[in-house]
């Protein structure tokens, strides 16, 4: 028999012992006594096995010290993270500056009534600004935080809640993007008044009357110090997205309408930009005012729609560049 667990060879050697005493008993007591004791040695030997395999149960399935602190810690980050939990809320989701926006933030967790929240606002001027939240109330898991606020800046605002805890602030991983609207731009050429960027934007070209356009919204002259060499329209949209601009699908009063370079009937191999004056309320139709297109260096309107265009000329763009705000 080949022996290996020690508790096993604890249980032979009784076995041994047992049956040994057995073999003396049978010299010298009768037939019945014999079976007896043999019985009796036995029984003994099986009661020790049982015991000892009983024993290997029990310290197998009590858990260490350790395997409790690593439960009792895991606990622990699942109570601190129900802790954090929130739920931000924005009403209404874009609207024209001067509108007040409503912010409602839950926060769920132990001591309600001692929690404070605030929102930290990403403005589209690049500056991050935070502001602390009033308390509306709360109940037995559960505290409620209020901040009606107008912005100032046009264009996007990421929004996202914090739990103020002393001097530090803790983010509650939840977050909302709104959007200041700039009311609609007139239409009209008024070329010679504009800062087009002279001695940079070639004159009276498409680059140059947008360049114009920002700078009036902006009330300022210094858009085209963010558009790098090469600045060929088709180079716009990298150009800005690399100073923090974004750009995307969804046309505002205030964007660059980009084309990249051969569009059919929309641009050459320099591509082409346009100023938008005014969007339609579902966001579908678009009216832009330009210059040099489709050629000859004058003024010219267009309306571009989503859906339904009858020719390429009426086709979305390629992308709008928001610029509503000047970045620092």
């Excluded at 085209?224 to 329209?233: E, F, G, K, S, Y």
């Amino acid at each position: 028999m080949n022996i290996s667990n020690p508790r096993l060879k604890t249980s032979v050697g009784w076995e041994s012992g047992f049956f040994s005493l057995a073999s003396l008993v049978h010299k010298n007591v009768n037939k019945m006594e014999r079976k007896k004791i043999a019985l009796l040695a036995v029984l003994v030997c099986i009661l020790v096995s049982g015991s000892l395999t009983s024993c290997d149960k029990d310290e197998r399935t009590i858990p260490s010290h350790q395997e409790e602190g690593i439960a009792s810690k895991s606990e622990g980050n699942d109570l601190r993270s129900e802790s954090l939990r929130a739920r931000l809320d924005v009403v209404p989701s874009q609207a024209l500056r001067g509108t007040n926006f409503r912010f409602v933030v839950w926060i769920s967790g132990r001591n309600p009534q001692n929690k404070k929240a605030a929102l930290r606002f990403e403005c589209p001027d690049g500056v991050t600004r935070t502001f602390d939240m009033q308390t509306n109330g709360y109940d037995v898991e559960m505290a409620f935080f209020v901040l009606n606020r107008s912005l100032s800046q046009y264009g996007e605002y990421r929004v996202s809640a914090y739990e103020k805890v002393g001097n530090g602030y803790y983010s509650l991983f939840c977050s909302e993007r709104v959007f200041v609207l700039h009311p609609p731009i007139p239409m009209g050429d008024n070329y010679s008044s504009l800062h087009v960027g002279k001695g940079v934007m070639y004159p009276r070209n498409c680059t140059a009357w947008v360049t114009g356009k920002v700078n009036e919204m902006w009330n300022a002259n210094s858009f085209q110090n963010l558009i790098d060499n090469p600045r060929d329209a088709k180079h716009w949209k990298n150009h800005l997205v690399a100073k923090g601009y974004k750009a995307d699908g969804n046309p505002r009063v205030g964007d660059i309408a980009f084309w990249e370079a051969n569009i059919k009937g929309c641009s050459g191999s320099l591509g082409h930009v346009a100023f938008v004056n005014n969007v339609s309320s579902d966001g579908n139709t678009v009216y832009i005012t330009e210059y040099n297109f489709p050629s000859g260096e004058r003024y010219g309107t267009r309306t571009l729609k989503r859906y339904g265009a009858r020719k390429p000329s009426e086709q979305f763009p390629t992308a709008f560049i928001h610029v509503q705000t000047r970045r620092n």
